[in-house]
């Protein structure tokens, strides 16, 4: 019995020799066929061929097409490797923990490949006016990634959601061995989930357009996206400048795109020094870092 390509071929290669009058059993061809020439009998048979052997390639191909690209959605097995999120709770008035710690992040930074992890310096204070970058919504952050009022101390530093984090910092030597270690460990992981990401700063306003693709064939459950305003106040020193919400899709199925557009209205009107935006999802209930990204950034 034909499968539908080979149906498909065949309908095809009789078409083309009815078309060179090359089957005498077309009431309409056949007459005119005979007469053709064997030149062209033979040009016709040589595009013919060529079509077939094309068609063939491509219906085979389609026909058994398996989703093997790590990358695709509705590939049960697919994964990408992951973007450890780093986030760094500090502030300007900590004195020499904080020099050490801030020493030692930097040399993380220039430790690792760029793709691999995305730096956020918070900013945090209990008392208002001692660190003029310090923001509310990273106290409060931080305050969700460390519940317990006894556990709160800075410099701390968490890799990729509320598990992991080093807390203190004898010397810059001390701080980046311990860092190093935690960023090691958290780069074993992979990521179950993809983002494609740009946005438009303009004034107090951003516009985000975003994707985000499910990957595996586990659904991601109490989904929430942040989207995270940096600015480079300090040389290599990525600031958090905005830390709002975006979007609490909450129910993603294996397999789910899903797309966000959005306008953002900014609190205030920042003087940005080369501006990054990134997007971080979440699980709301475990804090569990399901994927960042950083998104394309224009500036109007």
Not at 50 to 55: A, F, G, K, P, R
Not at 246 to 275: F, Q
């Amino acid at each position: 019995m034909q499968t539908n390509w080979q149906k498909t071929v065949s309908m095809a290669y009789r078409f083309l020799l009815r078309r060179g009058g090359l089957i005498e059993g077309s009431n309409r061809q056949g007459a005119r066929g005979f007469c053709l020439s064997i030149k062209r009998q033979r040009s016709i048979r040589s595009i013919g061929a060529v079509i077939i052997l094309s068609l063939v390639g491509v219906l085979y191909t389609c026909s058994d097409l398996e989703r093997s690209n790590p990358l695709d959605p509705k590939n049960p097995r697919s994964w990408t490797n992951r973007v450890v999120l780093i986030e760094a709770f500090v502030n300007d008035i900590g004195g020499a923990s904080m020099e050490a710690a801030l020493a030692g992040l930097d040399r993380l930074a220039r430790s690792y490949p760029a793709d691999q992890f995305i730096l956020l310096e918070h900013h945090i204070q209990k008392t208002a006016g001692l660190d003029s970058l310090a923001l509310p919504a990273s106290l409060t952050r931080y305050q969700t990634l460390a519940p317990q009022p006894a556990s709160q101390a800075i410099p701390d530093v968490f890799f990729h959601g509320p598990y992991s984090h080093v807390q203190g910092a004898s010397d810059p030597e001390a701080a980046f061995n311990r860092y190093s270690q935690a960023m090691d460990s958290a780069l074993q992981g992979t990521a179950k989930l993809t983002i494609e990401a740009s946005a438009i700063l303009s004034g107090t306003q951003l516009y985000i357009k975003a994707g985000l693709a499910r990957l595996g064939r586990e659904d991601a459950e109490d989904v929430s996206v942040y989207v995270v305003l940096t600015s480079r106040v300090y040389p290599n020193r990525p600031v958090v400048r905005a830390f709002l919400p975006v979007e609490a899709p909450g129910h993603l199925d294996a397999g789910e795109v899903r797309t966000i557009d959005r306008m953002i209205d900014l609190s205030a009107n920042i003087a940005w020094i080369e501006p990054s935006c990134i997007l971080v999802v979440q699980n709301s209930r475990t804090l569990d870092i399901y994927h960042c990204v950083e998104a394309d950034l224009e500036m109007e």
